[in-house]
C-alpha cells in the first residue's frame, strides 16, 4: 500500500470525515516546514490557531488538512478531514501508527541526554533495518503523538523521546508508544520548579514503567543514586530490568574507560558480550548513555557488532555540543556550541568536557554560561555550586549572561570571573575582546536564556557560521 494515510485510514484513526479522497505521505503541524504532499494537521494553543494557515499549507502542496472548523480562504471541495478536536485526532493517528507497526520500539527519557541517546539509537539501529525517530526534541503532547503519526508501516525498528516538565506528563505518552524497551537515562536536579525533591523527579520519570508492553524491560542507570527506587518501581508495575553503569553488577557495565578530547573509547560488557568500541564525541555521560543504547540494542534483536561500530559516527547535533571554528587575530578558537540547553547535570558534563578539552599555544579553557531555568527555589544555590565545578574541571575563566546565574559569578574567586552580561546582546562584544587564538570557548545555557545568539556571534568571527570540528557531547 502506497503513502503512509490514505483517507480512508486517517478517517478512521481519527473519527473524522473526508468526502474529498487523498493520501498522505507525510504529516506537519507547521505550514512554513510543510513538504508537498503532507497531511496538514491545524492545531490550536493558547496563542495561535492552525485554522489560519490551512489555506497556505493546501497552496503549498499539502495532500489535506485535518480541522476541526471550517478555515478561513479554503474553497468548498478542499481536502479536508473533518475531526472534533485536531490534538485528538494526531493523537487517534498515532494510536492507529503503533497498532499497525510490527516495529520494536524504544523510548527514551531522563534529565539529561535524552535527545542525544535517541539520535544515537536512530543512528545504530539503522544498522540492522528501517529505523525511525522522532525528529529534534518532539517529546512532549504534540510531539510524541506527531513524531508516531509520521513512522511509516514498515518499520522495522523506531525509537521515541518523551520528556516532561510537571508530574502525571510522562503517562499518556508512554501509553501511546508503548514501547518494549524503555530507557531512563538518569534523575538529576531539573524542573525543580515543578518538583519538590530529586525523588519525586525520578517517581515521574518511572510513569513510562506503565507504558512498556508485557514482557518489556527498562533499562536503568545503576550509577544513579535513584536506581533503587527506580527499579523497585519498575518491577512493581512487572516490567523487566537491566542496568547500565560502571559499578559491579550493572548488567551493561564500562570495564575500561579512555576519556579523550575528541572522543572516548571504551571496553565493556553488553548483558555478557563483550565488546570494545570508539564514541565519537567525548565526556563520561556519552559513555554511559552509550551502554543504554547497546543494551537496548541486544533487548531488541538488533546486530551489537554494527550498532557498537556505528558510534563512531554520533554526532551530537547543533546547539548540542556541535564544534565550531571561529578565526581570531593570529589563529582560530573552537567553540563548543551548548546553547540549546541546560540543567546542573548537563552543565556539570559541559565542562567536564571543557576541562578535556586541548588548547593551542596561549589558549584558555573560557566557559560562557546562562541560567539554567525551571529551578525554583534552590535556583541560586544550584547556580552557585557551578563554581566548585569549574575549579575541579579546570576552567580558565567563566563569563556568566542572565539574572539566576550571576549568583556563579559572585561564588568564582576573582581569578575566573571574566565578566558578566543581563542578556546576550551585552556580552557578545565583550566576549569578541576577550577570546584569542588557541581558547576553547564553551557556550551553555537554557534555551530560553538564548545563548544560541553567542554562539552565532563568535562563531561569525570568521565571517561565516563556522566550520564543523570534533564533536562534543551534550548532557540534556
Known sequence: MSGLWTSQEAATATGGRAPVAFTANGVSIDSRTLAKGDLFVALSGPNFDGHQFVANALAGGAAAAMVAKAPPGVAAGAPLLTVTDTLKGLEGLAAAARARTAARIVAVTGSAGKTGTKDALRLVLGESGKTHASAASFNNHWGVPLSLARMPRDTAYAAFEIGMN??????????????????????????????????????????????????????????????????????????????????????????????????????????????????????????????????????????????????????????????????????????????????????????????????????????????????????????AELARVAEETGIDLVFTVGEDIEELDNALPRSRRAGHAAVPSDATGPLRELVRAGDVVLVKGSQATGMAAITKALAAMNGGEGSGLRRAGNGR
Open 166 to 383: 510537571h508530574p502525571g506528563e510522562i503517562l499518556p505518552l508512554a501509553q501511546l508508544v508503548q514501547p518494549h524497551v524503555a530507557i531512563i537515562t538518569t534523575a538529576e536536579a531539573a524542573h525543580l520548579e515543578f518538583f519538590s525533591s530529586v525523588e519525586q523527579i525520578a517517581d515521574a520519570k518511572a510513569e513510562i514503567f506503565s507504558g512498556i508492553v508485557a514482557g518489556g524491560t527498562a533499562i536503568l542507570n545503576r550509577d544513579n543514586p535513584h536506581f533503587e527506587r527506580l527499579s523497585k518501581a519498575a518491577r512493581h508495575a512487572g516490567v523487566n530490568v537491566v542496568s547500565f553503569g560502571t559499578v559491579a553488577g550493572a548488567d551493561a557495565r564500562a570495564e575500561r574507560i579512555a576519556l579523550l578530547d575528541d572522543c572516548s573509547t571504551v571496553s565493556a560488557s553488553i548483558l555478557g558480550d563483550a565488546v570494545t568500541y570508539k564514541v565519537g564525541v567525548p565526556g563520561r555521560h556519552w559513555v554511559l548513555n552509550s551502554l543504554a543504547v547497546l543494551a537496548a540494542v541486544k533487548l531488541m534483536d538488533a546486530d551489537l557488532g554494527r550498532a557498537a561500530l556505528s558510534l563512531a559516527r554520533v554526532d551530537p547535533g547543533p546547539g548540542r555540543g556541535r564544534r565550531i571554528r571561529a578565526q581570531v587575530a593570529g589563529g582560530t578558537i573552537e567553540i563548543i556550541d551548548e546553547s540549546y540547553n541546560a540543567n546542573p547535570a548537563s552543565m556539570r558534563a559541559a565542562l567536564e568536557v571543557l576541562g578535556r578539552s586541548e588548547v593551542k599555544g596561549r589558549g584558555r579553557r573560557i566557559a560562557v554560561l546562562g541560567d539554567m531555568r525551571e529551578l525554583g527555589v534552590d535556583s541560586g544555590r544550584l547556580h
